[in-house]
C-alpha cells in the first residue's frame, strides 16, 4: 500500500521559517522524482518543488525560487521542504507527491501518488 504522510506544517508568523517532511512507503522511492504541491482555500492546488530521483537537479516555481529548498534522502524515504520567509501568501495546505517519469513537472496529472497534506498558516 502506497504512503505518503506529510507533517510539519504549523502556524508561524510572517518572516518565519518551516520544514515539512513526508516520509512514504508501499513503492521504489528512489526511483520515483518527489515533489510538494500546495492549495490554498478557493484556489486550485498548485506545483511549489521538484525534486529529480538522483537528487541532481531541482525545479522550483517562481514563487518559491529563493525562499524555499527541496531536498530528499532516499536511505529514509523522506522529502523534505525547507520554507524561509514564509508570507501571509504561502498559506495552504501543503501535499508531497511521487512521479514516475524522468523528468520534472510542475503539471499535477504527472505526479502519481499523493499525500493527505499538512497545513501550513502564515500570519501577517
Known amino acids: 500500500q502506497v504512503q505518503l504522510v506529510e507533517s510539519g506544517g504549523a502556524l508561524v508568523q510572517a518572516g518565519g521559517s518551516l520544514r515539512l517532511s513526508c516520509v512514504t512507503s508501499g513503492f521504489t522511492f528512489r526511483a520515483y522524482a518527489m515533489g510538494w504541491f500546495r492549495q490554498a482555500p478557493g484556489k486550485e492546488r498548485a506545483f511549489v518543488a521538484a525534486i529529480t530521483r538522483n537528487n541532481n537537479d531541482r525545479l522550483y516555481a517562481a514563487s518559491a525560487e529563493g525562499r524555499f529548498s527541496i531536498s530528499r534522502d532516499n536511505a529514509r524515504n523522506t522529502v523534505y521542504l525547507q520554507m524561509n520567509s514564509l508570507n501571509p501568501e504561502d498559506t495552504a495546505l501543503y501535499y508531497c507527491?511521487?512521479?514516475?517519469?524522468?523528468?520534472?513537472?510542475?503539471?499535477?496529472?504527472?505526479?502519481?501518488?499523493w499525500g493527505q497534506g499538512t497545513q501550513v498558516t502564515v500570519s501577517s
Open positions: 507527491a511521487a512521479s514516475s517519469t524522468v523528468f520534472l513537472s510542475g503539471n499535477r496529472g504527472d505526479w502519481s501518488y
